[in-house]
């Protein structure tokens, strides 16, 4: 687990990308946009107007001007420019949620309490190679006269009575709730997840026109079929809780009943245990493969993506070593796979409790033949390996760090 520095700081970029979701989601319809990290955090584009927002936690932080002023004199800065026809002029907006120290700001703003909290500043600075403290008045500099400052304050909105983050969170999860009817669960771990990456992916990209978005594409975006695990947010969730609910969610049923289940797990060449994945392969044997007392008898499919083929080969023999019965769907030596011969269900005269697929090529046979009977369980590393895109199966798709995090899973 990271240290409290650090999931601090996670929590102080998160409540940032939050807060995009949060004015997409909220936007009035589907053209208007926002831009992240613009002119400020975000700027948001509606058909009448633009604002640019800047956004910030200030969890265990006591409010004083100093925390916000250099900010209005950036503000102040881009108003400048705006003034000399050198900008489109806009709405500002400071948001921000602190601990305490609220009452220490008086709004509506005035002229006299702008010049004096915000724009009025002493900075150590060298003259002469000695430095001295050098007193700065901020809207002198700029040759910025009261009713233009008086036209500033129009435009700027200061908010420090934000959401509190898990407040802005929860806000999140009903309006995905609300857009796409849907679920707690589906909201947070599909469409939360999927936003947070389409935010993410914007951000860092250095091309300015490509990290505008409208709503419509946004919703189009993030509306997938697929679980995405974002480094982060399992830090801020805690893995312990996030993988409970992955496994409440999709494999707390005890009564488990037919289906064709089919397990996709990657190793990583660099770390792989064998006696790692045999302990995770027991485990889904003891769940999911139901032969006795069962008017159909089933037992899961696994395929190990990354895997020499050697390798598959000493793991199916130290199976057998076992007792455990497996097919692989080859018949005798020398033929090719036959996917009718490996969904063959077992039976207590030939009790197999796990069907191999050796290859991707494999599975795309097999489910043919299986179909809507059939459920797609995918555990990957980095990237999805496998996407059998059929509105009849079930595919869910897990990213995880490594074989053990599966076990606390399935």
């Not at 687990?1 to 409540?15: N, P, Q, V, W």
């Not at 806009?90 to 006299?112: E, F, T």
């Not at 179909?371 to 595919?395: A, T, W």
Request: some cysteine; hydrophobic content about 35%.
């Amino acid at each position: 687990m990271a240290d409290r520095t650090a999931i601090d700081t996670i929590r102080g970029y998160f409540y940032q990308f939050d807060y995009s979701i949060f004015s997409l989601l909220n936007l009035s319809n589907d053209s208007e946009s926002i831009l992240v990290e613009g002119i400020e955090d975000i700027d948001i584009k509606t058909a009448t107007e633009t604002t640019a927002i800047q956004c910030k936690y200030y969890e265990k932080t006591e409010y004083n001007h100093s925390v916000i002023a250099e900010p209005i004199r950036l503000m102040l800065n881009h108003f400048k420019e705006v003034k000399l026809g050198n900008q489109v002029s806009i709405k500002y907006k400071l948001r921000g949620y602190y601990k305490s120290g609220h009452s220490k700001l008086s709004l509506p703003l005035n002229i006299q309490n702008l010049k004096d909290h915000f724009l009025t500043y002493t900075r150590t600075e060298k003259i002469n190679s000695v430095p001295t403290k050098v007193k700065h008045l901020h809207h002198n500099e700029l040759t910025l006269n009261d009713a233009e400052l008086n036209e500033f304050i129009g435009l700027l909105e200061i908010d420090i009575h934000a959401f509190e983050f898990e407040k802005q969170f929860k806000e999140i999860i009903s309006l995905f709730k609300t857009v796409f009817t849907c679920t707690d669960f589906t909201s947070e771990f599909y469409f939360y997840n999927s936003a947070l990456r389409v935010i993410r992916d914007i951000s860092k990209d250095s091309n300015q026109s490509n990290r505008n978005i409208t709503k419509g594409e946004f919703l189009k975006r993030v509306n997938n079929s697929k679980i995405l695990f974002n480094e982060w947010y399992v830090v801020i969730k805690g893995e312990k809780a996030h993988y409970s609910n992955l496994r409440k969610e999709y494999f707390s049923n005890v009564n488990i009943l037919f289906k064709e289940r089919f397990f996709l797990f990657e190793i990583d060449p660099r770390s792989y245990s064998r006696s790692d994945l045999k302990t995770l392969l027991n485990l889904v044997i003891k769940n999911y493969a139901k032969i006795i007392n069962q008017p159909t008898p089933f037992c899961p499919y696994i395929y190990i993506h990354g895997i020499d083929n050697l390798e598959l080969i000493e793991l199916k023999k130290d199976l057998t070593d076992d007792e455990i019965i497996i097919s692989d769907g080859f018949d005798f030596e020398g033929a090719n796979f036959n996917s009718k011969s490996i969904i063959k269900k077992p039976a207590l005269s030939n009790p197999i409790k796990l069907k191999f697929l050796n290859k991707i090529d494999f599975l795309d046979e097999t489910l043919a033949i299986t179909g809507r009977r059939s459920e797609i369980y995918q555990f990957y590393l980095n990237n999805i390996f496998f996407d059998y895109s059929s509105s009849s199966v079930k595919e869910v798709k897990i990213q995880v760090e490594n074989l053990n995090i599966i076990k606390n899973i399935v």
